[in-house]
């Protein structure tokens, strides 16, 4: 085969390389000062039509709208309320949700309601 050193190669690099290459990025990111050093938002549904969020205990801002919680320029959008308990999650809602600690925003996580 012609080309059979090279397809062995690309998938070596895709399953070998590839998938290492999202935590070394994050990882550099970080030390740079240029990806928040939060923990990621865990979702879950323990009943129909609630969302439970939960952050290592770091507050959470969320939206129903659609929308971002993070204004532009880093504040609090208006649209955002903080996490108090489950979020009711009906068909067609959109939650977006960010942790949020001292000025600095975690990344972006999606919830959509069946």
């Known amino acids: 085969m012609k080309y059979a050193n090279w397809l062995k190669e ?3 690099f895709k399953h070998e390389h590839l998938t290492q290459r999202t ?10 000062g ?3 050093d939060l923990p990621e938002i865990e979702g879950g549904r323990p ?3 609630q969302l439970e969020l939960r952050a290592g205990g770091f507050p959470i801002y969320y ?10 320029g880093g504040g609090v959008s ?12 009906t068909a067609g809602t959109k939650v977006i949700a960010r942790v949020h600690e001292k000025g600095e925003w975690g990344p972006v996580r999606e919830f959509s309601g069946r």
């Open 10 to 12: 690309t998938e070596r």
């Open 23 to 32: 935590g070394v990025v994050l990882n550099q990111l970080r030390i740079r």
């Open 34 to 36: 240029l990806y928040p």
């Open 47 to 49: 009943a129909e039509g």
């Open 63 to 72: 939206t129903t709208d659609g929308t971002d919680p993070r204004r532009f």
């Open 78 to 89: 208006p649209a955002a309320r903080r996490l108090e308990g489950p979020v009711n999650l």
